[in-house]
């Protein structure tokens, strides 16, 4: 690029044409100059950004010199349905001079290049997004971090919008191993992969690859695998044959009748904690597009386990019951379970995976204990309302800024299931149906003491079996006062002596174990009973 066109770039000034006037806001402003050019759906176009961020509780003011950031970017329409409502989502990429990619710290997220802007258009709360990311990065092991602020584009108010963490590789956002296209055997060939079920649009569109199996019994669809990373450019022959082959064994692993084997089962292929996250936060959001759009997953390298987890979570505007078709806005049934009933002629349905997942009843058991587990502070009704309420008093300003901008309060916008007259009844609507969607998830997800089937003979029984997070004993009777519990490993050494004591039962966190053969020891009055188990 032109140095003099660069220098423009910078010096040019930026002007307030909206109908809003706009002056200053206590959030982030974020100014974007795209020098007369129109943004496009790729590629990206270069133009120049400036943010001003004065810190917490201090107003910024359009008149305020950019001090979060003042540069180039690329910028381009993202998004499928989205990019056709008035208000338009981007995706940003930070540049240096020269046109590179640039990383940087953004709002004070950690630094990278590649960013989104969420309009949140047919959202009409301004949040749900925000809820659903914040929710889930406070128990997955990553999930996009986001920032609020204000936009003008080219001097025209353009409203409220998120920034969001583009999903990439890298130690801070999807922290695998870089995979060179020198990487082509060996152990540096295993990993890591991000792979995505989605549209077929952007980039990598048509460039991935079928799977071997209808979405289920009959279904005329075959889920399609996309690469994220590396860009499916980038990817050598070696490379796709591998990652290829190793989905294609994970699908027949996980048709087959012996799929809930320890060793040799599915579970040889995934990380089941992050599978049952997975499923937590989709269905405690009910986001209709969970598990067939926007789907995405990543391999390690073997020497780091080798297994797919899946995450990190990403776009969820349709969610807490903001949809009015297939599954609906209701606080009840779950997703997994009911979208392919109600909607199986769709063009994305959900894999026969996720059915296969939850009739293994070890896997179900644990996806259980993971819920009751994060009822009990990072998903608990307090916290959720603390997230909803945080974030609407911080936008009560700017909502009002927003929806004068964009008038769409009290009017249908597609597929609301909900349409309030203000934006007071939008967050109260929500702040209601997530109380009935908590209490339908902690009667559909209980872990009953009575549920667990003890046989005559015993006096206990220890579940699940193989276990990854927790392991539970219940007794049929209740615990003697003077009983111990601990575990220990193969050679006998102590590797648990904590666990919580119930009436009935006792539960051991197992976290920290590394996978293998356990025995849990029960001791009382000089006896001891062992129970062996398997860490996943």
Sequence with gaps: ????????????????????????????????????????????????????????????????????????????????????????????????????????????????????????????????????????????????????????????????????????????????????????????????????????????????????????????????????????????????????????????????????????????????????????VNELAKNPDAYRLSTFFYKERDSDGGKVHFGPVWDNNLGFGNVDYCTQGTPDGLVITNFNLVCPDDGWVIHFWWKKFLDDEAFYRQLKLRWKELRRDKLSDARVHFVIDSIATMLKKPQGRNFQQWPVLGQYVWPNFFVGQSYDQEISWLKNWMNQRLVFLDKEWEVREDSIFIPKEQAFAVTPNPAETEVTVTFRDKIPETATFFIVDLNGRLAVTHAERKKYQVIFRIDDLAPGLYFVVIRDQDKNRVVKFIKT
């Design 1 to 280: 690029m032109p140095r003099s066109l660069v220098l423009f770039l910078f010096l040019m000034p930026f002007v307030v044409m909206g109908q809003v006037t706009f002056e200053s806001s206590n959030l982030p402003i974020i100014s974007i100059n795209t020098l007369g050019q129109p943004i496009i759906d790729e590629p990206k176009i270069t133009a120049q950004m400036r943010i001003t961020n004065n810190g917490p509780d201090q107003e910024n003011r359009i008149t305020d010199q950019p001090n979060d950031y003042n540069g180039l970017i690329g910028i381009e329409l993202r998004g499928s349905t989205s990019q056709w409502f008035p208000k338009k989502p981007y995706g940003v990429e930070t540049r240096d001079n020269m046109g590179n990619d640039l990383d940087v710290s953004l709002l004070g997220m950690p630094k990278e290049s590649d960013w989104t802007l969420n309009a949140s258009y047919n959202d009409k709360t301004l949040l749900r997004d925000g809820l659903y990311y914040i929710l889930a990065g406070s128990f997955m092991d990553y999930a996009p971090r986001v920032r609020y602020s204000e936009m003008l584009l080219n001097g025209r108010y353009e409203g409220v919008y998120l920034m969001v963490e583009k999903i990439k590789r890298g130690k801070n956002r999807v922290d695998i191993d870089k995979l060179e296209t020198t990487d082509n055997t060996g152990d540096a060939l295993t990993g890591g992969y991000i792979l995505k079920l989605d549209k077929e649009t952007g980039s990598n569109a048509g460039a991935g690859w079928s799977s071997s199996y209808p979405a289920f019994p009959g279904a005329w669809q075959r889920p399609y695998f996309q690469f994220e990373y590396p860009d499916a450019r980038d990817v050598t022959a070696a490379q796709r044959s591998y990652i290829t082959g190793f989905i294609s064994q994970m699908e027949q692993t996980i048709a087959s009748e012996g799929y809930t084997h320890p060793q040799t089962g599915y579970r040889k292929y995934i990380d089941t904690r992050s599978l049952a996250d997975f499923i937590i």
